[in-house]
């Protein structure tokens, strides 16, 4: 996914190698070449006038250290700054104190919340939980059933609404899920929601009263990152209509530039927790702002 970024990131770099000091110059230089990169990336432009401010402040008024020369200093920096918009430390599940924990998906269609479902599912089951899944996206045909085909994969249970005995009613199942949950002694329950092709109204009144009617522990706004800039004004709407605490990222094994990874977190202040990247259901894992700074510098 960041692919080109790290290519020009590690042209910018190369510029300073051998360099003794960095002078104002160089700086400059360098700052229009990370400004650019990060464009051409499709991070958003408020997140690139900060990171590159930060990136030409530290760069003039640090100590360079000992072990360090002038080139890797500023790559440290930006690595450091990298990690900074991309949220600091992970941010792990917060669990319920008591009850089933209540974890609620939220997003467009096809951003990958059946499928993430399914793998934070097992995710979830190899860390010793009983999950159970919860289908309440009864607009689309075939939601239901892919969930639970994905369910069985995974072996985790699906609750859903039995067809044709008029339990169409997407907040009614939530709000029974939860029910079914303390029945059978699952302390996880994962409720994936319906999505649209676009952001609607109806949309966000529906997952508001999923929320209402299940007061979830975490609601996690699922995006696909290869839609560029269009995930950040997404998550905003989803932010204004809905809330939620937190967002997973899919498709990250994907070749878009990685704009949308790398301006969410600073445009919703919201941090990514997960990250999903494949179509196979052990493509999943808690997302770590450190690694991928790492790996786009690499
Ligand atoms: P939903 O409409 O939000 O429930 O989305 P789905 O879970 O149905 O996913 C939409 C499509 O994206 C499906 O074809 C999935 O197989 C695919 N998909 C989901 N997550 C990923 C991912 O991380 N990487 C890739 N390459 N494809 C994914």
Redesign the pocket.
């Known amino acids: 996914m960041f692919a080109t970024l790290s290519d020009r990131l590690a042209d910018t770099f190369k510029n300073l190698r051998g360099k003794g000091r960095l002078s104002e110059a160089d700086i400059d230089a360098t700052a229009r070449e990370i400004r650019i990169a990060l464009l051409e990336a499709d991070v958003a432009l408020p997140v690139v006038k900060e990171f590159v401010a930060a990136v030409k402040e530290r760069a003039r008024t640090e100590e360079v250290s000992g072990a360090l020369n002038p080139a890797q200093q500023v790559i440290k920096i930006v690595h450091d700054e990298l990690v900074t918009i991309l949220g600091g430390e992970e941010r792990r599940l917060r669990y319920a104190k008591s009850g089933p924990t209540v974890i609620m ?1 939220a ?13 934070l599912a097992l995710w979830l089951k190899d860390q010793g939980k009983a999950p159970l899944l919860v289908a309440c ?1 009864l607009q ?1 045909p075939n ?1 239901v059933n ?2 639970q085909v ?1 369910g069985g994969r995974v072996g985790v249970p699906v609750y859903a609404p039995e067809p044709g005995n008029g339990t169409g009613d997407p907040v009614a199942v939530a709000r029974a899920s939860i029910e079914e949950a303390r029945r059978k002694l699952h302390d996880v329950v994962i409720v ?1 929601t319906a ?1 649209r092709l676009g952001v609607d109204a109806e949309l966000m009144q529906q997952a508001s009263d999923i929320r209402d009617a299940v007061q979830p522990d975490e609601v996690l706004f ?1 995006v ?3 839609i560029g800039q269009d995930a950040v004004v997404t998550a905003q709407a989803f932010l204004d209509g809905v809330g939620y605490d937190g967002v997973v990222l ?5 070749d878009a530039r990685g704009g949308a990874a790398l301006s969410i977190r600073q445009v919703t202040g919201r941090p990514v927790m997960f ?5 196979k259901m052990t ?2 894992d808690v997302f770590y702002p450190d690694r991928m700074a790492s790996r786009i510098l690499d």
Not at 114 to 119: C, D, E, G, N, S
């Open positions: 998906l997003g467009l269609q096809g951003a990958g919340k059946t499928t993430l479902a399914a793998k996206d689309r939601a892919q969930l994905n994936d999505g699922v696909d990152a290869m899919t498709k990250l094994d994907g990250a999903s990247s494949g179509e493509d999943f």
